[in-house]
Each structure stands twice: as structure tokens, then as C-alpha cells.
């Protein structure tokens, strides 16, 4: 009872505060509407500006002389009216928001009614608990007060906010406008000397900002933007600033964070060797602007499109590297913008530093995050290489050896997401089998595919080669898809798709020692009907770059030129597959069916080069079988002793002394050159073409191949086969970089990546 009398106590004085305020609105509202009526007449008399203000002010004192004697005790500039015109409308306006107060107020005091009546029949509506309701009573006595204390606390507040509000609608402020400092070069300047020498946490906000304000400048509503107080009127000193927060800034959080630079450099790290930002001294108070700066990073890193610029943002935050792992929701914005920056190919050396981050995150940060660096490396692979040329080949390659390198870091995971991705390969091939539809074999038959079929064999072959690898339980399913791959469309204008399919199966037999059936997918090129017509073109047409072929069209398919080099390609795949088991003991078994089928070759194709390039391959395979079967009849085992099986030729093969190793090298740098020709000869005629005229192309066509005409003469009537395995050939010249196999991996050393 005494809780509700306190409540009901506290409505009344309430509603009596109301009542008195609305009592003295309604009263100055009076006054100032005499006001207003006396204004009124003496504009109808056209009495000047300081007569009629002295007639309102001796009106006012003999009409109310208490209220004239209040304003000048007040503020005698009250009287000084200059426009009744805004005066009366702050009036309207200050009449407007009381009787709102008031609406509102009177809102407020029913609902605090109707909930202290509820209250009530509650507590009466309760048995057995008197204790527990007298506790209530003294909680809802205190409560009472505070808010009988509230509400005067409420009115007054309210008054002094109507006033100041009023203040500043008189004074008109342009709202949404942002007073920003301008920066200049002494106030760089004046940052970097006092932040490089010691410690300053008000100069250090300041760079914060001003990093921030440099980062969002030129932004869509970076002006209106009140978290960048400072702005820039030259680029001079824009260059100055992000200069020097990139080159200076992390090192300035760091000991000021660590409280020093000695405690910078002898703080803790972790078993793996990162950082431990969140152990220093003063992290807690600067850890929003560690975050703030890393913030602003990333932002900056994804407007960027300039390889020089990319390079230095990415360099900053490899030295910021430790910062990320204190707070687990920027890793994976992190790793976001490093995956664009990494599949775009903006340079080589933006690639390996962003694969290098993507790299020390997933062995720092816990798991799963190596299973999101994995899956976001191979996807951005993926659709970087949907469409490859030779300008692209190069970044695809190094693509490849990254995702190579990051399968290594832990097999377990790489087996899962193997596993996986092969799958999807074989349910694409799958549906393009059973289903014969064009949409179907485009989802097979594209750079894309043949890619990821590439990069999943460089996995296995470089971290399947143990016996007990867990990848090398996904050997034999990949195998099947490629060769499903090749064998999908049994057409000449795939044979170059077909190809690809034959290099990727034959890496796998070489590295991890598996036999693989390579040779009658090779055999059944030189059984297309197109090759028994007679072909169109001229023979000394522009060699085509097989590296970078799938497919052609219907017209180049007939053309002699191409023909001729699926031919080449066939027989060098081929001895390249026969060459992986040169040191077998099983190699004369193993050659037979292909030895019949080049025989065969040999006497029924009507093309002489045909007959040359299969009779000079079948002479080599017979002279390796021959070396290998009296090599084996020197030994003395059982076919159950699979040790020394394994150990035959083991120090032929370190040394390479077999005679088809010996052909199978010159034969490889022939084709490298070959290839590095007509690459060579495709360049020169694009770069000649942008600006030559027709007439001009014609002629210069015209001489290219007349002088290819005169290398194949001179080259025919020079070359000679090889006779007996016993003849020295010379050392072949190195070749440059770019004239070598595109699918083979290179090592990947993070040593490159040192400043």
C-alpha cells in the first residue's frame, strides 16, 4: 500500500509540474499576441522603427507592468524586437513542440498508470510470497523516486534542448556539411619526425585518420564522411602521406603497442613463429587503431589495379601479417582480396607475394581456415584459366605450382578436396556420355577442364610418389577421366584436346612409375579419314602453337599444315610414352602391339613423310628392345623376386645411357625449337601487322615463306637417321625459358620473395 500511495503521490506532482507549465505557455502566448495586435496598428500608422518600439514597450508596461518588469530584469534585449515576422513563427514553432511535449508526457504518465495497476492486481493475485513482494515494494519505492527525480531531471532537459535547438535554427547551420583539415607537407613532415623518434598516441590517431581520410578520398561520399576529418588539395602531398603510413605506419603501431621498441622486438611468438599483438603491454589501447589501419589496407588494396601500387599495399600488409591473426573476421577479407590480386595476373611478382600470404595464413591461423585457403586458391585457378593463350600461359603455369605447392601443407585436407574436385571432373564427363548434347560437351571440352585435369596430375605427381601417400589413392580415378576425356569425341578437329589428355596421363606414368595406355590413343590419330584426302593449303604455312590448341575448325582441319604437325605430335607423345618404360624389364613385351601398329602404318599411308617418321620410330623401339633383352639375359632372377625386378637397370636409368633415352633427348629439343619457331614467327607477323598496310603483309608473308620453304630443303638434305645406338650425338644447346613444356611445374622457393 505504501509503494502505490508513493506512485499515485508521484502522478499527481507530475501532472500539477504540467499543468503549471501549460498555465505559463498559455500566458506568454497571450502576451506576445498583444504584442503582435500592437505591432499591427502601428504599422497601419506608419510610425518609424524606434517610435513604434517605444510605444510597445509603454503599451506593454500599462497593460502588464509584472510581466514588462520580468523581461528587462531578464535580458533587456528581449524587448529589441528587429522581425516580428521570424519572431512570430519561432513562436508558432515553440507552440507547436509544447503541445507535443504535452501529448506525449500525458502518454507516458497513462502507460506508467496502467502498468502500476497491473502490478498491483499481480502482487494481490500472489499467495505465500510476502517476503518476496516486500522486497518488491522497496525495490518499486526506489524506483519510484528515481523516477519522480527523472521526470523533473525529463522536463528541465527538455526545456534546456527546445532553447537550444531554437539557438540553432536562428543561427541556420547548413546541415550534412563536414569541416575538414587540409593537410599539408610541414604537418607530414612534423608526423614522421615525432613518430619515428618516439612515442605520441595523440599524433598517432591523428595518422590514423589522416591514412583513413587519404584512403576513401575521391570516394562516392567521402566529403559528407565524418570518420575522415582531413582532406588534400594536391597529389604531392596525398603521396606523401600514403607513402609514408605504407613504408612507416606498421612499424610506428608496433611500438607504440608493445610500449617501445625493445619490447617490440623481444615479444612473444607463437610455435609457428607468428606474432602474439594481443600479449603486448598497451594493446588494448591501440588495438582500434591497429584495426582502423588494417581496415583502410584492405580497402586500398581492392581499388587498386596498378602492379607497382598492388606490389607496395601487399608488401605493407606482409608485414602487417601478425595484426590479422588477433582478429578472426578480417582473415577472411583478407583472403578475399589476396585470391583477386593472385588470379589476376597484374605481374609475376604480385602473384608469389599474395600466394605467400594465402600460404603463412593457412599454417598460422587455426583450422579450417587452410580448408577455405585451399578451396579459394583452386577455384580462383579455375576460372582464371577458362580461356588460356600464350600471353596467359605463363600465369597459368605459375597458378598451377601454387596450388601444387599449398596441397602440400597438410595431404589430409588436400585429399579431401581432391577427392572432391575429381569427382565433379568424372560427373562432367559422365553426363556427357550419356548425354550426346553440344552443352554437354562444351562443359568437357574447354581450357577450363583440361586445366583442372592438368593441376590435379601435378598434385599427384609431386605428392603421391610414396607408396602410402593419400593422394595416391586418386591416381587411378584420374587416370580414367582423362582418358574418358580424350576418347569423348574421336574427331581430327580434337586432336589437339587429345594431345593435352596424352601429356597429362604420360607426367603420371613417368613420376609415379604406373603403366598407362597411352599408345592406342595415339595409334587411332593416324586413322582419321580425313588423312586419306588430299589436304588444302600450302605446306609452308604458319605453324600453329599446339601448347595453347584444343580444337580447330572444319577448314583448318583439312589444311595440310595442320595435318602435318598432328602427325609430328602423335609420334613424339608416343615415343614420350614408350621412353617412361625404356628402362622396363617388360619393354619388349610392352612395345609389341606398338610396333605392329606402325608396321602397319608404315605400308598403307600414301604420305612419304608418314612412312618416314613411323619406320624411323619403329627402328628406335626396336634397337631399345633388343638392348633391353640381352640386359635381361645377363641376370639371373625369379619373376617372383620383385626386389631385383625393381633394381634392373636401376643405374642405366640414373645415367640415362639407353639408346631410345639418348634419340627421345635430341627429339625433345627439336621440338622445343620447332615450337619456339613458330611462336616466334606468330609474333613477328602480329607486331608487323598493327601497322603494315595489305600490300605489305602480302610481301612479307610472301618472303616468311619462302624462307621456310628453304629451312625445310636445307634441313631434308642434312638430316640423317640415327644408325645403332652406339653413335655420339652432340650436347644439345640449352633452350630459353619460354621455349619450354607448358605443363611442367616449376619449383616454387618463398626465398624468391625477399625485398
Request: glycine fraction near 6%; charge should be negative.
Amino acid at each position: 500500500m505504501k509503494a502505490k500511495l508513493v506512485r499515485r503521490r508521484g502522478h499527481q506532482l507530475a501532472q500539477q509540474k504540467l499543468a503549471a507549465r501549460v498555465k505559463a505557455s498559455k500566458h506568454e502566448r497571450e502576451q506576445k499576441a498583444a504584442l503582435r495586435a500592437i505591432e499591427t496598428a502601428g504599422d497601419g500608422q506608419s510610425k518609424p522603427g524606434g517610435l513604434l518600439m517605444r510605444s510597445l514597450k509603454e503599451k506593454l508596461r500599462e497593460k502588464d507592468p509584472a510581466f514588462s518588469e520580468f523581461l528587462e530584469s531578464a535580458d533587456k534585449k528581449l524587448l529589441e524586437i528587429e522581425d516580428l515576422e521570424d519572431l512570430e513563427d519561432d513562436e508558432d514553432d515553440e507552440a507547436d513542440a509544447e503541445v507535443n511535449g504535452k501529448s506525449t508526457h500525458d502518454e507516458e504518465v497513462e502507460s506508467e498508470e496502467e502498468d502500476s495497476e497491473a502490478g498491483e492486481e499481480g502482487e494481490a493475485g500472489e499467495e505465500g510470497e510476502e517476503g518476496e513482494e516486500g522486497e518488491e515494494d522497496e525495490e518499486d519505492e526506489d524506483g519510484e523516486e528515481d523516477g519522480e527525480e527523472g521526470d523533473a531531471a525529463g522536463v528541465a532537459s527538455d526545456e534546456e534542448a527546445g532553447s537550444a535547438d531554437d539557438a540553432d535554427a536562428r543561427v541556420a547551420k547548413p546541415k550534412g556539411v563536414v569541416v575538414k583539415t587540409e593537410v599539408t607537407a610541414a604537418m607530414v613532415k612534423r608526423w614522421k619526425a615525432t613518430l619515428t623518434a618516439g612515442l605520441d598516441n595523440a599524433m598517432l590517431k591523428e595518422v590514423v585518420a589522416a591514412f583513413r581520410s587519404a584512403v576513401h578520398f575521391g570516394d562516392e561520399g567521402g566529403e559528407e564522411n565524418e570518420q575522415c576529418p582531413y582532406t588534400f588539395t594536391t597529389g604531392h602531398v596525398f603521396n606523401l602521406v600514403m607513402q609514408f603510413c605504407l613504408q612507416h605506419l606498421d612499424r610506428i603501431l608496433r611500438r607504440h603497442a608493445a610500449g617501445g621498441q625493445e619490447a617490440a622486438d623481444s615479444a612473444k611468438k607463437t610455435k609457428s613463429g607468428a606474432d602474439r599483438p594481443d600479449t603486448w603491454a598497451h594493446w588494448r589501447k591501440h588495438q582500434p587503431s591497429v584495426k582502423s589501419f588494417l581496415l583502410q589496407s584492405l580497402h586500398f588494396l581492392n581499388k587498386m589495379s596498378d602492379s607497382s601500387l598492388t606490389l607496395a599495399v601487399l608488401r605493407q600488409l606482409h608485414r602487417s601479417l601478425g595484426f590479422f591473426y588477433v582478429f578472426p573476421k578480417l582473415g577472411p577479407k583478407l583472403l578475399k582480396a589476396l585470391l583477386r590480386v593472385w588470379s589476376e595476373g597484374i605481374s609475376k611478382d604480385v602473384t608469389l607475394l599474395s600466394y605467400a600470404m594465402v600460404r603463412e595464413m593457412a599454417i598460422h591461423l587455426p583450422y579450417p581456415f587452410i580448408e577455405h585457403c585451399l578451396k579459394g586458391l583452386y577455384l580462383s585457378y579455375a576460372t582464371a584459366c577458362r580461356f588460356t593463350s600464350r600471353k596467359m600461359l605463363e600465369h597459368v603455369v605459375l597458378m598451377s605450382s601454387c596450388v601444387v605447392d599449398i596441397c602440400g601443407v597438410d595431404l589430409q585436407v588436400a585429399y579431401q578436396h581432391a577427392f572432391v574436385y575429381i569427382r565433379q571432373l568424372a560427373i562432367h564427363l559422365r553426363n556427357a556420355l550419356h548425354q550426346s548434347t553440344e552443352a554437354h560437351y562444351r562443359q568437357v571440352y574447354n581450357w577450363q577442364y583440361i586445366n583442372c585435369l592438368r593441376v590435379w596430375a601435378q598434385v599427384l605427381c609431386t605428392h603421391a610418389r610414396s607408396d602410402t601417400a593419400p593422394l595416391r589413392q586418386l591416381c587411378y580415378p584420374l587416370i580414367q577421366v582423362t582418358l574418358g576425356t580424350a576418347r569423348l569425341l574421336p574427331n581430327i578437329r580434337f586432336a589437339p584436346l587429345r594431345f593435352q589428355c596424352a601429356r597429362i596421363v604420360n607426367q603420371l606414368s613417368v613420376e609415379l612409375g604406373y603403366y598407362t595406355p597411352v599408345a592406342p590413343l595415339l595409334l587411332e590419330t593416324f586413322g582419321f579419314s580425313d588423312l586419306s584426302k588430299t589436304p588444302t593449303g600450302d605446306r609452308t604455312e604458319r605453324v600453329l602453337d599446339w601448347a595453347v590448341l584444343v580444337k580447330v575448325s572444319k577448314a583448318d582441319a583439312a589444311k595440310r599444315s595442320y595435318q602435318t604437325a598432328m602427325v609430328r605430335h602423335a609420334f613424339f607423345l608416343l615415343a614420350e610414352h614408350l621412353n617412361a618404360f625404356a628402362y622396363s624389364i617388360a619393354f619388349p613385351e610392352l612395345a609389341v602391339p606398338t610396333v605392329i601398329a606402325l608396321r602397319k602404318l608404315a605400308k598403307t599411308t600414301k604420305v612419304v613423310s608418314f612412312q618416314k617418321q613411323a619406320k624411323r620410330l619403329l627402328s628406335q623401339i626396336e634397337i631399345q628392345a633388343k638392348w633391353v633383352a640381352q640386359k635381361r639375359e645377363g641376370e639371373e632372377m625369379s619373376p617372383a623376386d620383385m626386389k631385383a625386378i625393381d633394381d634392373f637397370l636401376a643405374a642405366d636409368r640414373e645415367a640415362k645411357t639407353a639408346p631410345f633415352s639418348k634419340w627421345f633427348a635430341n627429339e625433345v629439343v627439336t621440338m622445343r625449337r620447332e615450337e619456339a619457331r613458330g611462336r616466334e614467327e606468330a609474333g613477328e607477323i602480329e607486331a608487323d601487322d598493327d601497322d603494315a598496310s595489305e600490300d605489305e603483309k602480302v610481301e612479307k608473308k610472301g618472303k616468311k615463306s619462302k624462307k621456310r620453304k628453304a629451312d625445310a630443303k636445307e634441313g631434308s638434305a642434312s638430316k640423317e637417321e640415327t644408325k645403332g645406338h652406339t653413335k655420339k650425338t652432340k650436347k644439345p644447346k640449352s633452350l630459353p625459358q619460354t621455349s619450354e613444356l607448358p605443363d611442367e611445374v616449376g619449383e616454387f622457393a618463398l626465398s624468391d620473395l625477399e625485398e
